[in-house]
């Protein structure tokens, strides 16, 4: 079973940047996909940004340019690069891991391991 816990999360002004970070644990990150979701009060949860096994890359249109998912290998970690930060960020984020063959990156059902979550909150 894999374990994941986020950390970085915070507060920060629109305009700021953040980085999430989600380390694995029993698996080799680089031996997994990964990605990031996000659920503000009162909607679904969302997909952000996956990077699958072969390092292939994924993002929700509306963080496109905004949003860097990357692998750090020594640490055994994803993570989640987040500039221009706006406002409609503000929302938990969670890493997920160990997408379904077939799944759709974007589907929350498709993903088998989630992390408890970290509070990103963009002021204006």
């Known amino acids: 079973q894999v374990q994941l816990v986020e950390s970085g999360g915070g507060s920060v002004q629109a305009g700021g940047s953040l980085t999430l970070s989600c380390a694995a644990s029993r698996y080799t990150a680089d031996s997994l996909s990964m990605g990031w979701f996000r659920q503000a009060p009162g909607k679904e949860r969302e997909g952000v940004a996956t990077m699958t096994v072969y390092g292939r890359t994924y993002y929700a249109d509306s963080v496109k340019g905004r949003l860097t998912i990357s692998r750090d290998n020594a640490k055994n970690t994803v993570l989640l690069q987040m500039n221009s930060l706006k406002p409609e960020d503000t929302a938990m984020y969670f890493c997920?891991?160990?997408?379904?063959?077939?799944?759709?990156?974007?589907?929350?059902?498709?993903?088998?391991?989630w992390g408890q979550g970290t509070q990103v909150t963009v002021s204006s």
């Open positions: 997920a891991a160990w997408l379904r063959f077939g799944g759709s990156w974007s589907r929350e059902a498709d993903w088998t391991y």
